[in-house]
């Protein structure tokens, strides 16, 4: 059986792309006070790649990106800690898919999320407690609840267009999801989302306007066909809807 080794198998040394990922949640786990073996990041991307570059092989073939989804949020500003610290903003984060081969072709790959990562801060807690009915202090650091920070401010179509040329992603639309998300502050959040936008919509549209797009019968590309289901929809209120009435 082949053996994983850093020499690859053809005795040329195996070839690592050099890649930017966003490392910001374990960064922040470890401006935390934590250790980095305890890391549990919410999205596990972190594990993922570091196998991956612990495997790729550029010697095999060529390493290949794609964006599978890009996501439209409004969220709170957020600090370094986890606090609110601004009002209300609307953002863009997405998920990319590397792909290569390892130094025994095997093909493989791995997704990472761009835009967001997860705070947590360490909190004391004092605990006044009874032990065989003696008062007793105890200090102990508790994990704040996680909290979901965005980096990318979206500013239109040049945000979007932006993401696309940093990934050599030149086709615009290339199977990319584009994703309308009502909330997004706290992993596991529920909320509503909707896909189906077409790159002019998702690029152009005010975030009202996706929301709109979302409810009307139809949905964003007007061929769903959920009638029933469709919850009551008005007319959209967005600058642009009511500058062309
Ligand atoms: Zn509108």
């Known amino acids: 059986m082949a053996q994983e080794t850093e020499t690859g198998t053809a005795n040329e040394p195996r070839k690592v792309p050099k890649i930017d990922w966003n490392d910001k949640s374990y960064a922040n786990w470890i401006h935390a006070g934590k250790s980095g073996m305890d890391f549990k990041g919410f999205d596990f991307q972190r594990d993922n790649v570091i196998r991956f570059m612990n495997r790729i092989d550029l010697n095999s073939g060529p390493l290949k990106q794609k964006i599978e989804m890009m996501i439209r949020v409004k969220v709170p500003e957020v600090d370094d800690n986890g606090e609110e610290v601004g009002p209300i903003k609307e953002y ?19 997704d990472l999320i761009e ?3 997860q705070i947590i801060v360490q909190e004391q807690r004092v605990d006044w407690k009874l032990e065989d009915g003696h008062p007793i202090q105890d200090i102990t650091t508790v994990d704040s609840t996680p909290v979901l920070k965005y980096t990318i401010l979206f500013e239109g179509k040049k945000t979007v267009d932006a993401i696309l040329k940093k990934h050599n992603m030149i086709e615009r639309e290339n199977d990319i999801r584009f994703y309308w998300k009502a909330r997004g502050t706290y992993p596991g959040a529920g909320g509503d989302r909707c896909t189906d936008y077409s790159y002019d919509q998702f690029s152009n549209s005010e975030f009202s306007h996706l929301e709109y797009l979302a409810r009307r019968p139809g949905g964003p590309t007007g061929k769903i066909n959920l009638a029933k289901e469709t919850p009551a929809y008005a007319e959209c209120t967005c600058g642009a809807c009511v500058k062309q009435k």
């Open 115 to 117: 835009g967001r990562h």
């Open 92 to 110: 863009v984060y997405y998920t990319i898919r590397y792909e290569g081969r390892d130094s025994w072709k095997q093909k493989i790959a791995c």
